[in-house]
Antibody, heavy 124, light 111 residues
């Protein structure tokens, strides 16, 4: 059973880069069975899909964030990463890493499991 | 304004049945994309309850069921228990936006 744990700074200054790590246990980020995903939830707002990466290195990003987002993975450390540049207060959110199974229709996938999330606040 | 609309809150007494609606449009649920449901307690990892409109992962009690029709979907919870008090989210894919989308969430209160 895959387990995920997010880590990273809880406070980032405006205009800087938000960098988070998701450490995977129970399976390998080299697995062909999953898309490794990031999702966030600003306070009082809905969940927002940020993007995902497949073991091949193929990525897919939310068009609204695409110009600022990079997702990568490190097979040797069994981790994947989120970088979000030029952050503002609007990027304050709980950030989750999650798994989208590589089964059935690509577009009809779900997210399971999720990490417990990490709060990132953008403030000077 | 959420792409998938859910009621902000629902409530019910222990043992009762409640339903949570998820209303979309012709670019997501109405386009035939599957709907999935999650249970979330703040500070914990969201938990998958229903995938593919009506399928329960192993370990999810059969008190939870999902359905989909036209541009909307529903999550039904029967035999309400105190432990069901949580936030519930629906999720689908939107072809116009080209990404996966979530509902605004529904807070379930067990009276």
């Amino acid at each position: 059973q895959v387990q995920l744990q997010e880590s990273g700074p809880g406070l980032v200054k405006p205009s800087e880069t938000l960098s988070l790590t998701c450490t995977v246990s129970g399976d390998s980020v080299s697995s062909v069975s999953y898309y490794w995903s990031w999702i966030r939830q600003p306070p009082g707002e809905e969940l927002e899909w940020i993007g995902h990466i497949y073991v091949s290195g193929t990525t897919n990003y939310n068009p609204s964030l695409k110009s600022r987002v990079t997702i990568s993975l490190d097979t040797s450390e069994n981790q994947f990463f989120l970088n979000l540049t030029s952050v503002t207060a609007a990027d304050t959110a709980v950030y989750y890493c999650a798994v989208k199974p590589f089964i059935g229709s690509y577009y009809d996938g779900w997210f399971d499991p999720w990490g417990q999330g990490t709060l990132v606040t953008v403030s000077s | 304004q959420s792409v998938l609309t859910q009621p902000p809150s629902v409530s019910g007494a222990p043992g009762q049945r409640v339903t949570i609606s998820c209303t979309g449009s012709s670019s997501n649920i109405g386009a035939g994309h599957d709907v999935h449901w999650y249970q979330h307690l703040p500070g914990t990892a969201p938990k998958l309850l229903i995938h593919g409109n009506s399928n329960r992962p192993s370990g999810v009690p059969d008190r939870f069921s999902g359905s989909k029709s036209d541009t909307s979907a529903s999550l039904a919870i029967t035999g309400l228990q105190a432990e069901d008090e949580a936030n519930y989210y629906c999720q689908s894919y939107d072809s116009s936006l080209s990404h996966w989308v979530f509902g605004g969430g529904t807070k379930l209160t067990v009276l």
